[in-house]
Every structure is written in C-alpha cells, then in structure tokens.
C-alpha cells in the first residue's frame, strides 16, 4: 500500500513536469570501478500516436513530429550525461576517445538524438573550460560518433523488429486466459472508450484483436494522455478518470514482455551477453578495454533486462532513467566483482537505487554474476529466432514405413491370389458356359 | 604593345565575366527547380589510420583523438560543407531539423559518422536560439543512420559482398599487377627497412592513393563498379518523390506528421546525406563514368539534384571537391540537366537488380545448383521406398477392382443371358 502511494505520487509529480536539476545528488562511483554498461532511456518525447477526435492531434502541438524527442527530453538526456561524467569522470578522459567510450543506439529517431545529447553533455565541461580545445569557437561541442544498426538487423540490444520468435510468444502470451480475464475485468473503461473513440473493443471475436486492443490502444493512449499531460496540454473531459485504468493496462502490457523463459532470452539476453562480453574483455585485457559501453534503449528494452535480473518494480522505466551495470576490482585481492544500480534520472527526489541478483550479492563475484545471468544467454541468436512452426503431420506411410515395406509383400501375393483363384474360376465359368452354348 | 596586351586582357576578363555570369545565372535560376537533393562526401581531414614501428612521429598520442579519427580542421571543413549546403538549398530545408525533409545515412565508422554530425550542425546552424536546448549549444541533434559493416548493402560493401575480396584477389593475380608487384620490389624493400614492417605487396603500400593510381592508369576500373546500390536507390528515390508530388513547389517545406518508426524508408524526404570514405566516393565517379582518377580530398562531394523544369524532370550532378569550387559533371552523352529516364537507362548496367545475386562469387553459384541437385537426388531416393509401398498397395486395389469388375461382369453376363433367353421366349 505504502508503495502504491509512492508511486501514486511520483505520478502526480511527473504530471507536474518539473524537473529540479539543481537537486541532483551526485555520487562518484567507487575508486574500483574498471568499467560500466550504462541502459538509458532516451527523454521526453511526443506521443508515438494521437487518436481520433485527439484535441491535441494538430500538427502544430507537435512540431518535431510524433515519438521524437522534445526540448525538455534532450535537456533530460545532456543532463545525464553531466550526471555520467560526475560518477565517472576517474575512467573518462576529458575529451572522447574511441578506445574508451563507445555508444550503441537502437535505430530510432528518439534514441539517436538521445545518444548524441547524453554524449554531448558528458564532454561539454571540457570544452566549456577551454574555448581552443571547440572545433567552433563558439560552441562548447563536439560529435561522438553513435552506432546503430536498422531495426530488422538488430541482433544486439533491441530485438523486437529482428527476432520474429519473439513476436510470436508475445502473440501466444496474449491470447492468455489472463488477458481475456483481465479485459472482462476492465470492461466498464473499454465500453467508455468504445464509445468514445468510435472504435469496437468488444464485438470481434479474433483473439489477435483482443491483442492489438490491448497493447496499441489501452496502454499507448496511456502513454498518450499522459505525455498531453506532461506538456500541459488539456485532456479530453472523458480521458482523466480512465488514467488509473489505463495504467494498469500499460503496467500489464509490459509483464508481458518477459513472462518466459524464452522470452527473457531473446529479449534480454543478446545485450546481457554484450555486457557480460564489455566486463570479460576489461577483466582479460585491462587499459586497453573500453571504460563505458553506452546503450540507448526503449524504456522496453530497459523493462526486459530489469524483469530479467529480477528487480523490476512494475513501474514502467521513466525518461532518461539509466541502468548501470559496473564492473569493479577490489583493492586489495584483486578480484572482480558486479554492482548494479539503476538511477532515475527524471525525478530527482527518487534517490539511486541499488540492485541485486536475488542469488548474489550487491557485490556480486565476476564468475558468480557470469554464472547467475547466462542461463539467459542466447546460444544461436539467428536460430533460436526462428519462429517455430508445428512440425508437419507425419503421413501414414511416413510411421509406419516398416510395417508396410513388410505387410505389403504378403499382401500382394495374397492379392494375387485371389487373382488367380477367381481368374481360374472365370476361366472355368466360361469355359463351361461356352460348352453349355454349343 | 603592353596597352594592347592589357586591352585584350581586359576584353578576356569582360567576356570571361560575362560568361561566368551568364553560367552562374543559369545555374541559379536552375536551384528553383531543384525537388531533391542527394550529396555522397567524403569524411574531414583525419589522422593517419595506423602506424608504423620505425616511422617517424608514430605515436598516437601526437594526435588528439586518436588514430583514424577526425581532426579538428577535419570537423570544421564538415561545419563549412553544411554551411555551403544551407546556402545553396536552402528553399529545401527547415531552419530546424525536420524528420520529414531529411535522411542521412553513413558508414559505421567513427569518422564518417562524426562527419555527418559536424556536417548536420553547420547545416542547421542558423537555428532559433529560442530553441536550443542548451543556452551554450548551437546545436540540436539530428539522427544519423548506419548499418554495421558486415551488413551494409549501401556504401561499404566490402565485408558483405564476397565478390569483392576475389575481385581484389583477381587484380593481384593479374600480369600486369604481378609485374608492377615485381618492379615495386625495391620500394618493398626500402619500405620494409624505414618502417620495421615487411612491406611485400603493393596493397600494404600505405599509400592507398598511389595503388589506386596505378591501377587506374592501367585501365582498370575500381571495384564497385559492377554494381552501384547508392546510384539505385538515388535514382529509385527521386521517381518515388516524382510520382508522390503532384503540387512539387509547394511542398518543399510542407511539414509532415510522421512518427519514428521507419523513417528510412521515406523516398519523399527533400534532401539525402550519404558520408562514406575517398572510395565510396570514387567509386560513385567511377560509376558515372565520369572519375577524373584524383583521390577524392577530405569533404570531397557528390551531389544529384532532382530539377523539374516544365513539367519534366531532369538530373543534374555536381562534384564540389572545395568549399569554393563546384563542378558540373555530364555524364557521357547527356547533357548537364539528363531527363531521368535517359539519366536511368545510360547508367542501366551500374544499376543493380538484384545486390544478392550479383555479389555471388561466380563459382559458388555452381556449388549451390550441385548441391540442390544432390539433396533432391537424396530426397528422391527416401521416398523411393514410400512410392514402391504405396504402388503396392495400388496394385491390391486396382487388382480388388478388378476382382469386382469381373465378379459384376460375370453376374451381368449371367443376368444377360436370362435375358436373351427370355426375348427368346416372347419371340
């Protein structure tokens, strides 16, 4: 109960939208650190979809166009990249270098901006400090280079446009008994929006829309009112009593991104992998790795990993929120140990939080982390994505092969037989007929 | 004398004058028409890709950012070349970044990819400082596509494209390149002892230029040239914003409300940036038949402009090698502005229809039809057995059949016979 309160009003603080920066508590990582995976979030953004009858659908409320970063969004996402350069500024040199940091984004508009942002502000210090250091005088920036690769190519942190197996569960999870249970449970809401928006929730029987109603329409229109309300803008009179609703939906809808197994392992484990691999690398190598990996995901791709190393807490990841995955040294024995902490970057009254593998603890031994975590390690990605088909029926002839290679010999001489019985009894007719004729 | 040397001098410049103003004029009223843009260049200047153990200032560290990376002059020449393409298209593009408008795709390579960025920031220097994000940042991000090396299909093919290493293999193999190998020994051999590294073909010769050049004048065309993906889909863009525009000039600013997903794919943007290496961009001259067998410099661009003049819709391309220089390039028998179809059907055999196909390595496709054959040899053979039990089980029915058919013929003849007998009977 208590922590439904909190988050009740971490909610209403983002419907405020008001970011306090001077707030930040910065924390320098400890003096162990050899390296770190940082998962963000890109910023703020306009809604992925308007609806109709929308009263801010106007392409001018949106003037970057839908699903991209706003101003509030890319100042969120420099400002974590101030915030990086603060915890880690004792493995950062002041300017990039392409030995020590490398950025990955997924291929989206919004999260390359965010990449090249969140770069921008790990290295503006410098260049605020020393004018000659700017290839413009008058700028305190320089481009670090964001690698990505498209969506349907993506093998590496975002796999939900390349691995079609993982569609296919997720299609299978949603004709669940639960899903249905919970559409029924919700009925009174999708009957007001029936209504509402002139579309049909309830009437077609095909599972796969109750799928598509679920996902698209419940939990992105939650997504919808709720971004119309972080710029202030007004809500159609019918929308706010349905947000509690909504976000339940919402909430659902992102369980069911990693309920299986499977799941886990095609979702979350390609980019556990290339963390796991970042770590080994520093552990086998040492100066020559790089210190930072960092990775510009959906807040998806962010749920997927945290229901995989099991400290999500059901609340879909904020904007600009990052999950740290460091790798340390310890002083003394020189061991290496994981830490985990995932910082919400948004709201500065939610302190940094840290993580831990149930199985483990907060400093978790290299080998134990390794050990823990690869049970979600894909073996052949490429394979595993393959979307399983129902082996074809076995034909009649195909099991019992054996059995008709031996039975069909006999058969035929018994059929032959017959033949030849009943040809000699034909011949024998005849032959007497044709006497009787003469 | 020297007045009359001075008069014709003076009449020159007037005349040169007026004819560059007359080009100049041209060209201008020209950029009215232009509907799309397409620029291929070349990253900044940058340091050297790599070392050598014994060669002179071999060390890292003399350069700020690190081998194979940009310079800073190598990001203010991009800064300059966005700067001159503001200039110049200015009609074409947003003073802020709009996804609608613009797509730019590079190498996944660092330097190509901070290419872009620098280049996209003096493009849209000119931005409201109301909408920065930052107070200090002159600067807004726009997205730069890319595609991992070993899947890119667009501007580097080599570690996708199998053909491309035996092609290089072929070239080595050739006589003339063996006996250039052979008179290069003592460049090998000198190479080899100043840079502590044996030197013993001419593609280890660090001067990629010089190999180039010599093959080139040599009369052997560079790899790529069987196949250009680039040119494809610049010339497959420009038709789609053809066919998708009814009102052309009014569009040009038009804002369209899209969402980020699958962006680019859009053909009806207004301007394409392509940043790749000095080989994409010899090998795009190369396709176009046009290469002047200069490596191209840093920012070195291609640009393919979509005008449409009455009605009708014509190509032109551009070479700027110089922030102060452009070149027009006519391709060989067309003119400056080619109507597209021409512009299409002459460049026809660069023009890939199938990347897959064509990047085969000749002798695997012979390996791919033997092994079909023998897999449908095999699968012949396992259904052998099945065939011969199911003709077995034919041959049970259709002698069952036939059992029945003599039974009923038989009963027939029988019924007949009664018959006979009793018309025998009523005659």
């Known amino acids: 109960m208590l922590f439904h309160l909190f988050t009740l009003f971490l909610a209403a603080s983002s419907c405020a939208g008001q970011i306090l920066y001077d707030e930040y508590i910065y924390t320098p990582a400890a003096p162990t650190l050899q390296h770190v995976s940082v998962l963000f979030r890109h910023g703020a953004?306009?809604?992925?979809?308007?609806?109709?009858?929308?009263?801010?659908?106007?392409?001018?409320?949106?003037?970057?166009?839908?699903?991209?970063?706003?101003?509030?969004?890319?100042?969120?996402?420099?400002?974590?990249?101030?915030?990086?350069?603060?915890?880690?500024?004792?493995?950062?040199?002041?300017?990039?270098?392409?030995?020590?940091?490398?950025?990955r984004s997924s291929a989206e508009d919004r999260e390359l901006n965010s990449a090249a942002a969140l770069s921008a502000g790990l290295y503006s210090e410098y260049f605020l400090r020393s004018p000659n250091e700017r290839f413009d005088e008058e700028m305190p920036w320089s481009p670090v280079p964001v690698h990505s690769a498209p969506p349907k190519m993506d093998m590496e942190i975002d796999t939900a446009d390349s691995c079609t197996r993982l569609q296919q569960i997720e299609a299978e999870l949603h004709q669940d008994a639960s899903v249905v249970k919970f559409l029924q449970s919700i009925n009174s809401t999708r009957s007001i929006l029936a209504a509402k928006l002139n579309q049909s929730f309830d009437t077609v029987q095909s599972l796969s829309f109750l799928y598509d109603t679920f996902r698209v329409?419940?939990?992105?229109?939650?997504?919808?009112?709720?971004?119309?309300?972080?710029?202030?803008?007004?809500?159609?009179?019918?929308?706010?009593?349905?947000?509690?609703?909504?976000?339940?939906?919402?909430?659902?809808?992102?369980?069911?991104?990693?309920?299986?197994?499977?799941?886990?392992?095609?979702?979350?484990?390609?980019?556990?992998?290339?963390?796991?691999?970042?770590?080994?690398?520093?552990?086998?190598?040492?100066?020559?790795?790089?210190?930072?990996?960092?990775?510009?995901?959906?807040?998806?791709?962010?749920?997927?990993?945290?229901?995989?190393?099991?400290?999500?807490?059901?609340?879909?990841?904020?904007?600009?929120t990052a999950l740290l995955y460091e790798l340390h040294r310890h002083e003394k024995n020189g061991t290496y140990f994981v830490k985990m902490y995932y910082h919400n970057n948004t709201y500065a009254q939610s302190p940094m939080r840290e993580l831990k593998l149930t199985?483990?603890?907060?400093?978790?031994?290299?080998?134990?982390?390794?050990?823990?975590?690869?049970?979600?390690?894909?073996?052949?990605?490429?394979?595993?994505?393959?979307?399983?088909?129902?082996?074809?029926?076995?034909?009649?002839?195909?099991?019992?092969?054996?059995?008709?290679?031996?039975?069909?010999?006999?058969?035929?001489?018994?059929?032959s037989a017959i033949i030849f019985a009943i040809a000699s009894k034909i011949r024998k007719c005849c032959c007497l007929r044709n006497y009787e004729l003469f | 004398m020297s007045s009359t040397a001075a008069s014709i001098i003076m009449a020159v410049n007037v005349l040169l004058c007026f004819v560059f103003g007359l080009a100049f004029g041209i060209e201008e009223s020209s950029l009215k028409n232009v509907h799309q843009v397409h620029v291929l260049f070349r990253h900044g200047d940058r340091a050297p890709v790599s070392s050598?153990?014994?060669?002179?200032?071999?060390?890292?560290?003399?350069?700020?950012?690190?081998?194979?990376?940009?310079?800073?002059?190598?990001?203010?020449?991009?800064?300059?070349?966005?700067?001159?393409?503001?200039?110049?298209?200015?009609?074409?593009?947003?003073?802020?970044?709009?996804?609608s408008q613009i797509s730019v795709t590079s190498t996944s390579v660092d330097r190509t990819l901070n290419s872009a960025q620098a280049?996209?920031?003096?493009?849209?220097?000119?931005?409201?400082?109301?909408?920065?994000?930052?107070?200090?940042?002159?600067?807004?991000?726009?997205?730069?596509?890319t595609t991992p090396m070993?899947?890119?299909?667009?501007?580097?093919?080599?570690?996708?494209?199998?053909?491309?290493?035996?092609?290089?293999?072929?070239?080595?193999?050739?006589p003339v390149v063996?006996?250039?190998?052979?008179?290069?020994?003592?460049?090998?051999?000198?190479?080899?002892?100043?840079?502590?590294?044996?030197?013993?073909?001419?593609?280890?010769?660090?001067?990629?230029?010089?190999?180039?050049?010599?093959?080139?004048?040599?009369?052997?065309?560079?790899?790529?040239?069987?196949?250009?993906?680039l040119l494809r889909k610049i010339v497959d863009d420009m038709k789609v914003k053809l066919?998708?525009?009814?009102?052309?000039?009014?569009?040009?600013?038009?804002?369209?409300?899209?969402?980020?997903?699958?962006?680019?794919?859009?053909?009806?943007?207004?301007?394409?940036?392509?940043?790749?290496?000095?080989?994409?961009?010899?090998?795009?001259?190369?396709?176009?038949?046009?290469?002047?067998?200069?490596?191209?410099?840093?920012?070195?661009?291609?640009?393919?402009?979509?005008?449409?003049?009455?009605?009708?819709?014509?190509?032109?391309?551009?070479?700027?090698?110089?922030?102060?220089?452009?070149?027009?390039?006519?391709?060989?028998?067309?003119?400056?502005l080619c109507p597209i179809d021409k512009f299409e059907s002459l460049l026809a055999p660069v023009l890939p229809t199938d990347l897959e196909k064509e990047c085969q390595v000749p002798g695997q496709e012979v390996a791919d039809t033997h092994d079909s054959v023998m897999a449908g040899l095999a699968n012949l053979l396992s259904y052998g057995v099945t065939v011969s039990a199911v003709l077995l089980v034919l041959n049970a029915l259709v002698s069952l059949t036939l059992l029945c058919l003599v039974w009923s013929w038989r009963r027939r003849l029988k019924n007949l016979q009664a018959y006979t007998l009793l018309a025998q009977d009523t005659s």
């Not at chain 1, 106007?58 to 839908?66: K, R, S, T």
């Not at chain 1, 073996?379 to 099991?399: G, R, V, Y």
């Not at chain 2, 070993?150 to 050739?174: Q, S, T």
Request: aromatic share 10%; hydrophobic share 40%; glycine share 4%.
């Open chain 2, 178 to 229: 063996a006996a250039l190998t052979a008179q290069c020994a003592p460049l090998f051999k000198l190479l080899t002892e100043r840079l502590g590294e044996t030197v013993e073909s001419i593609e280890q010769v660090e001067f990629a230029h010089d190999y180039f050049q010599i093959l080139l004048d040599n009369g052997y065309a560079l790899l790529f040239t069987g196949f250009s993906p």
């Open chain 1, 45 to 103: 953004r306009s809604p992925i979809s308007t609806y109709a009858l929308d009263p801010n659908s106007h392409p001018d409320v949106w003037p970057q166009g839908l699903g991209r970063l706003t101003r509030e969004g890319l100042k969120q996402v420099y400002q974590l990249g101030r915030w990086l350069r603060e915890r880690y500024s004792a493995v950062l040199s002041v300017a990039w270098r392409y030995n020590q940091v490398v950025v």
């Open chain 1, 217 to 320: 329409e419940l939990s992105f229109l939650y997504d919808t009112f709720k971004v119309e309300k972080e710029n202030n803008l007004t809500l159609a009179d019918w929308a706010e009593p349905l947000m509690p609703t909504l976000d339940l939906a919402r909430r659902r809808d992102f369980q069911f991104l990693a309920v299986t197994h499977e799941q886990k392992v095609l979702s979350a484990g390609p980019l556990l992998q290339k963390i796991v691999n970042n770590m080994l690398l520093k552990h086998d190598i040492g100066l020559n790795a790089v210190n930072m990996s960092l990775f510009a995901v959906h807040d998806t791709n962010l749920a997927v990993q945290l229901i995989t190393i099991d400290n999500y807490d059901n609340r879909v990841p904020d904007y600009a």
């Open chain 2, 52 to 99: 050598f153990p014994l060669a002179p200032h071999n060390s890292e560290s003399l350069w700020p950012n690190g081998f194979a990376q940009l310079t800073k002059s190598g990001l203010q020449r991009q800064q300059a070349l966005g700067r001159w393409f503001r200039k110049r298209y200015d009609r074409l593009l947003s003073r802020h970044w709009n996804a």
């Open chain 2, 243 to 336: 066919t998708n525009a009814e009102n052309l000039p009014n569009r040009s600013i038009a804002q369209k409300h899209t969402s980020g997903e699958s962006e680019q794919t859009s053909s009806t943007a207004n301007f394409f940036m392509y940043s790749g290496h000095d080989t994409t961009v010899a090998a795009n001259l190369q396709a176009l038949g046009v290469y002047n067998h200069e490596n191209p410099p840093y920012a070195a661009t291609v640009i393919y402009e979509l005008h449409v003049v009455q009605g009708k819709a014509y190509v032109q391309v551009l070479y700027h090698n110089e922030s102060s220089s452009t070149h027009l390039l006519t391709l060989p028998d067309c003119d400056a």
């Open chain 1, 359 to 415: 199985t483990c603890d907060t400093e978790c031994l290299l080998d134990d982390f390794i050990y823990h975590v690869s049970e979600f390690m894909p073996k052949d990605l490429t394979e595993q994505c393959q979307i399983l088909t129902p082996p074809p029926q076995p034909s009649f002839l195909d099991t019992n092969r054996t059995a008709v290679i031996l039975i069909a010999p006999f058969f035929a001489i018994f059929v």
């Open chain 2, 119 to 145: 280049n996209l920031q003096g493009l849209y220097a000119d931005m409201d400082p109301a909408r920065r994000f930052d107070d200090t940042l002159n600067w807004s991000p726009v997205p730069v596509r």
């Open chain 2, 150 to 174: 070993a899947e890119d299909r667009l501007l580097y093919l080599d570690d996708w494209c199998p053909r491309i290493p035996k092609e290089v293999e072929r070239l080595n193999d050739d």
